[in-house]
């Protein structure tokens, strides 16, 4: 099992002096993955809800560092972590400045970018960048994404499709990774797994929060829904990287029927949740370890690598 942890993006973490400790302090101490979230800007009025708190809320303020703006950052501050965009909304921006912007990373980062992907919940906010049509956002993901392989393996490239064209062009240099950045896909809805099974090299959905608890019986019937999506689409579920987040929302709030949430309670209780987790394939957990000050923050990271996981290996 490897293990992740959140990057803030905003509030008194979010500083350049901190974020460089908590980074490397991560890297010291054996964490595999550091994940970004993303968001660009917040309108002040929004009514779109928030598919992962049990009122709507987006737990969130006004600040925020751009995703891959920070990326590149941690990039060169760190050496071996894996830089999980967790996750980018495809349809914000230009796929094809997108894609050399990541691919750009991943030049400069030695080949350590995942690109996790979705397609967004904040009517408001895809308004407010002039970003692709709200209601279409999946098939615009699709095509984006199809954009974003194309980006990275043909010299010259072109492209003519439904919500973007571009006549032949030089978009260089390739990522390092070959044939590209790996693509995790997140969410779970059945638009989400039909994703994953056409396009994904993983699966990234968030579980273990009070309105998104994902049990081991619901994963595991979704892990045999992908499966048969995969086995559709031809493709070799056997290579799917599963990573499952498990965010801090709602806290104190339980979901209905359950005693406490995955992955919380004393550490012999988390490293069993880890264990059921893995035996059903996933390889990666990701934590939010954040807490308001930063020493807070790394004692929790210290504790979960010296009590937790020692218990799982």
Same mark, same amino acid.
């Given at each position: ?30 964490f ?91 009517r408001?906010e ?23 392989k ?24 390739? =990522? ?5 950045p790996?693509?995790?896909?997140g ?5 989400? #797994?039909?994703?994953?099974?056409? #396009?994904?090299?993983?699966?990234? =959905? ?13 994963f ?16 070799d ?15 104190g709030?339980? =979901? ?10 004393? =550490? ?46």
């Open positions: 099992m490897k293990y992740g942890c959140y990057l803030p993006t905003r509030g008194p973490l979010a500083e350049p002096e901190v974020l460089a400790e908590l980074v490397r302090s991560g890297e010291s101490i054996g595999n993955t550091i994940v970004i979230a993303d968001h660009i800007v917040f309108p002040v009025e929004v009514e779109s809800k928030y598919p992962y708190t049990l009122d709507g809320g987006f737990p969130g303020q006004e600040d925020v560092l751009e995703q891959h703006a920070l990326m590149a950052f941690v990039a060169g501050i760190t050496e071996s972590s894996r830089l999980v965009t967790s996750v980018m909304i495809v349809p914000h921006r230009n796929p094809v400045v997108t894609a050399k912007t990541l691919a750009t990373i991943d030049v400069l980062s030695k080949g350590r970018v995942t690109v996790g992907v979705g397609v967004g919940w904040m408001e895809f308004q407010a960048l002039c970003a692709a049509d709200f209601d279409q956002r999946g098939k615009v993901t699709d095509e984006y994404l199809e954009i974003f194309k980006c990275w393996t043909e010299n010259p490239v072109s492209h003519q499709g439904e919500f973007y064209s571009f006549n032949a062009l030089h978009c260089m240099p390739h =990522p390092i990774q070959k044939p590209y790996p693509i995790w896909i969410g779970h809805s059945n638009p989400a #797994l039909r994703r994953v099974a056409k #396009l994904g090299d993983g699966w990234h =959905p968030v579980g273990a929060t009070a309105a998104s608890p994902l049990p081991p019986d619901e595991q019937g979704l892990l045999e829904k992908l499966k048969r999506l995969m086995d559709a689409e031809g493709r579920y056997e290579s799917l990287t599963i990573s499952l987040k498990a965010p801090s929302y709602d806290p709030q339980l =979901p209905d029927g359950h005693d406490r949430l995955l992955f919380t309670g004393e =550490p012999e209780q988390i490293a069993q949740d880890l264990r059921t987790y893995e035996a059903m394939g996933v390889s990666e957990l990701t934590f939010d370890f954040r807490c308001p000050t930063l020493s807070e923050t790394l004692d929790r990271m210290s504790h979960f690598k010296n009590e937790v996981a020692p218990l799982v290996n």
